[in-house]
Every structure is written in C-alpha cells, then in structure tokens.
C-alpha cells in the first residue's frame, strides 16, 4: 500500500485538500487498490479558510515519515492563519524530510510556498498562485525558485507545484499518476468522469 500524508496547515483551503483525498480514495476503492490517504496536522483540530473544521488523523509529532510514500500539501489563505502552521518549523521539517527521503511531494497554489521556503526548491523549477499582480510568485522566486509563471503545473522531478485552485484535480491525479502508473490514472479519470 502506497500512503500518501496530506499535511494540512491551519487556514488551508478545504477544496485543494479533498481532491487528494478524493483522488487517492477513489483509486483505493475502484483503482488499482494501491493507495490509501493519512491526514495530519499540528494540532488537534483544524480550521480550514472558510472555517470548515477537521481532526487530523495524527499529529505531526507522532506520524512516522519512513511509513509514507508521498506527500501533499494544499494551500490556504494568509487571513485564516494559514503561514503560521505553513511556515513553523515542524511543518517545513516534513518537507525537508520527505524530499531527504527522495519521496513524491505535491502542493496546490500557495502550497508551494513552504516547500519554497523549506529551501528544497532552490535553483529548481516550481509555480505558485498566480494572480493579484503575481505577488506570491514573487515570494516564491525570493525563496531562490525558478518560478515558471505561465505554466499551470510544474513537475520539477519529485516536487510538483500548481498555480491556482483550477489546477487541484490536475495535481492530485498526477501524484495519482507518479505513485501507481499512467494507465490506472486514466482509469480512475474515467469512472470519476474526467476523460
């Protein structure tokens, strides 16, 4: 079984969050089978931006990294708190440590921007939330990225990176891809009636 980690700050936003659980559970149940999904977080319970609240599977202090095969990492908005979380010191150490671990990381929009600043993107492509006068990008690209401003996704060998929500299916069913093979990714497009 391939287990994804979808690390969840709080402010994160609820969509970007539930097309990797959705994506990774559909393939559990009609797919390959392969997959299965672990929330955590760094507190007991999380508020997402627009205060839908979850309680995480584990706590960051208790999850064991080398169980993992992948993580996932959505974005949220800086008014819900989202960079306090993103941007503490145990959230960027799951980031460092996975990308020590050679392991598959996937952000959504804003989501590249702890992984920006965990320093595993330096000298490396990635993207980030495009619009309002491409002030995130820019965040990004002082984090020593080699932001990719027109592309919706950037795969950067095991990191990939997306620049606004519309991209949220797109890189769960990449991950999807990367983790099992390209066939099943279609096959699980097609019964959730994406091809």
Known sequence: MKKVCLLLADGFEAVEASVFTDVIGWN?????????????????QLQCTFNFTVIPELQ??????????????????????????????????????????????????????????SGILVGREGTTYNLGEGRRQKQLAEF???????????VDGNIITSYNPSTAFDVAFKLLEMLTTKENCVHVKRLMGFV
């Open 28 to 44: 559990k149940s009609l797919g390959d089978g392969t997959t299965q999904l672990v929330t955590v977080g760094l507190h007991d």
């Open 60 to 117: 960051v202090s208790d999850m064991n990294i080398d169980e993992f095969d992948a993580l996932a990492i959505p974005g949220g908005f800086e008014e819900a708190g989202f960079y306090e979380d993103a941007y503490s010191e145990p959230f960027l150490g799951v980031i460092r440590e996975f990308e020590r671990q050679g392991k598959i990381i996937a952000s959504i929009c804003v989501g590249a921007l702890p992984v920006g600043k």
């Open 144 to 154: 020593g990225v080699k932001v990719a401003p027109d592309q919706p996704i950037v």
